[in-house]
């Protein structure tokens, strides 16, 4: 048994015992606390729970933890266009509460802003790195869906295909090829404070 492994029997411990009281919230710490290992873990939550046999759980307590964000299993993707959509958010007004929340400024910041949300929004860009500010105000501003955010920001995320990562405006392949094309040869280095301002945001 090596080190991950006592550190991943320990965790189960500590989650199971969170289960058995009730504390969902100290629940959510623990899997989190798990980082990469977090899928790992809720599975082998999953087989214990499932070993100690139907009286172990009561089904309150299974109502309540199945709508923990932790068992979320939406990409991020899914997750913000759901949320946008249910605010009746167009991009452009989310963009700009988000640059006004963020004290994002200047043209440039704000077009940079704009690449990098839409490709968090396409599953281009890893939420695994982004940062707490940024949580934050997506959270707020998108519903309330901070805990949700959180939760899932380590959870895989599928190939959603070039039509979804372009918006599915209905482009033309000549579209979207120069799309693709303008994407590969944009400079990827930040020239301004608030350009690297939003890549730390983003965590790039």
Do not use: C
Request: charged share 30%; aromatic share 2%.
């Amino acid at each position: 048994m090596d080190e991950r492994d006592i550190t991943l029997g320990n965790l189960l411990a500590t989650a199971l015992t969170a289960l058995e009281e009730r504390r969902l919230d100290a629940f959510d710490a623990v899997v989190d606390e798990a980082g990469d290992d977090r899928q790992e873990l809720l599975d082998m939550v999953e087989v214990a729970l499932s070993l100690r046999g139907p009286a172990a759980t009561s089904p309150a307590l299974i109502d309540e933890l199945a709508l923990s964000p932790m068992f979320d299993v939406r990409p991020w993707p899914e997750i913000l266009e759901s949320a946008r959509l249910e605010a009746r958010l167009k991009r452009p007004a989310l963009l700009a509460q988000l640059a006004e929340r963020l004290g994002i400024r200047g043209a440039a910041a704000e077009e940079r802003l704009a690449e990098r949300y839409h490709e968090l929004e396409t599953g281009q860009l890893p939420p695994a790195r982004v940062q707490p500010a940024l949580l934050d105000a997506l959270g707020e501003l998108l519903g309330g869906i901070r805990e949700t955010l959180a939760a899932t920001r380590l959870n895989p995320i599928p190939d959603l295909g070039p039509s979804f990562a372009l918006n599915r405006s209905g482009a033309s392949l000549e579209d979207m090829t120069e799309a693709i094309l303008e994407l590969h040869h944009r400079e990827p280095e930040p020239t301004t404070d608030g350009e690297r301002l939003v890549d730390d945001l983003f965590g790039v």
